[in-house]
């Protein structure tokens, strides 16, 4: 069974070809990894499956419908959530009101109910809370909930980003460099958040990231991309052995000598 779907997607800008007939598929309540050198595509497509970006040939399929080329906002409401690589908090407001405002879709009362801020208005408002709160607790972050956004350290903004991109309530979470500007320990927080969410949520996740040690410990299957291709697939035990993995990262092929801890 598939969630999400690529097939021999791709992205032309101008006479650069960004990305070069991607497939690959990603099963319900997985922890899938997408990983690759810098200006790999990694991003790129990312902005192809969540709309920010129309595919220029191939098929992005979620849930089994076609969703390539479809609005942002359509997309997002279809169960695909994302977080960014650059960091988007709206900094002068409040932690737990930087998650809230991606609940609009939750409020069951109208627009009129919000201009005379009615007892139903109150109530959405409420329920959108409590919400709130419970993901600000998932994501360790429910001590800082009064706090100014921009206030806190580049680690907790990433965690708020991931909160704020839940209360869609996705079915899949498209997460971009999540553990950058993190310690060893915020890292590993986060790789236990990470299967939280699968596991007590049953969101399935999209991992992009160079922290290796995070996405070889928490992936199931790790998909590698470079210059917009794909160069190889499989669980992270293949993936740190494969040649074309080696090459791309350290220029060179690996020796016939080259241990697993080495690599």
Same mark, same amino acid.
């Not at 429910?142 to 839940?166: F, K, T, V």
């Not at 596991?199 to 290796?212: A, I, K, Y």
């Given at each position: 069974?598939?969630?999400?779907?690529?097939?021999?997607?791709?992205?032309?800008?101008?006479?650069?070809?960004?990305?070069?007939?991607?497939?690959?598929?990603?099963?319900?309540?997985?922890?899938?990894?997408?990983?690759?050198?810098?200006? *790999?595509?990694?991003?790129?497509?990312?902005?192809?499956?969540?709309?920010?970006?129309?595919?220029?040939?191939?098929?992005?399929?979620?849930?089994?419908?076609?969703?390539?080329?479809?609005?942002?906002?359509?997309?997002?409401?279809?169960?695909?959530?994302?977080?960014?690589?650059?960091?988007?908090?709206?900094?002068?407001?409040?932690?737990?009101?930087?998650?809230?405002?991606?609940?609009?879709?939750?409020?069951?009362?109208?627009?009129?109910?919000?201009?005379?801020?009615?007892?139903?208005? *109150?109530?959405?408002?409420?329920?959108?809370?409590?919400?709130?709160?419970?993901?600000?607790?998932?994501?360790?972050?429910?001590?800082?909930?009064?706090?100014?956004?921009?206030?806190?350290?580049?680690?907790?903004?990433?965690?708020?980003?991931?909160?704020?991109?839940?209360?869609?309530?996705?079915?899949?979470?498209?997460?971009?460099?999540?553990?950058?500007?993190?310690?060893?320990?915020?890292?590993?927080?986060?790789?236990?958040?990470?299967?939280?969410?699968?596991?007590?949520?049953?969101?399935?996740?999209?991992?992009?990231?160079?922290?290796?040690?995070?996405?070889?410990?928490?992936?199931?299957?790790?998909?590698?991309?470079?210059?917009?291709?794909?160069?190889?697939?499989?669980?992270?035990?293949?993936?740190?052995?494969?040649?074309?993995?080696?090459?791309?990262?350290?220029?060179?092929?690996?020796?016939?000598?080259?241990?697993?801890?080495?690599?």
């Amino acid at each position: 069974m598939t969630l999400l779907a690529l097939e021999h997607v791709d992205k032309v800008f101008g006479g650069l070809r960004a990305l070069r007939g991607v497939s690959f598929e990603v099963a319900p309540k997985s922890i899938f990894g997408l990983i690759g050198p810098n200006g *790999a595509g990694k991003t790129t497509l990312f902005n192809v499956v969540t709309g920010v970006y129309r595919p220029d040939g191939g098929h992005v399929r979620f849930d089994g419908a076609e969703i390539g080329g479809l609005p942002p906002a359509r997309v997002a409401g279809l169960g695909v959530a994302r977080t960014f690589q650059n960091i988007r908090v709206f900094r002068s407001m409040t932690v737990l009101e930087n998650v809230m405002v991606a609940g609009h879709k939750l409020h069951r009362s109208g627009v009129l109910s919000a201009i005379v801020r009615n007892t139903a208005h *109150a109530n959405d408002e409420g329920a959108l809370s409590v919400r709130a709160r419970e993901l600000l607790e998932i994501l360790g972050l429910q001590g800082q909930a009064g706090d100014i956004a921009g206030s806190l350290p580049y680690g907790s903004q990433r965690r708020l980003e991931i909160a704020r991109a839940l209360m869609l309530a996705p079915k899949v979470l498209l997460l971009d460099e999540p553990a950058a500007g993190m310690n060893s320990t915020e890292a590993r927080e986060l790789e236990r958040q990470i299967r939280f969410l699968r596991d007590e949520l049953g969101v399935t996740v999209v991992l992009v990231e160079h922290n290796m040690s995070l996405v070889m410990s928490v992936c199931e299957r790790i998909h590698v991309v470079d210059h917009g291709e794909t160069i190889a697939e499989g669980t992270p035990a293949e993936i740190r052995e494969h040649p074309r993995v080696l090459a791309a990262y350290l220029g060179e092929e690996p020796s016939a000598g080259r241990t697993e801890r080495e690599a």
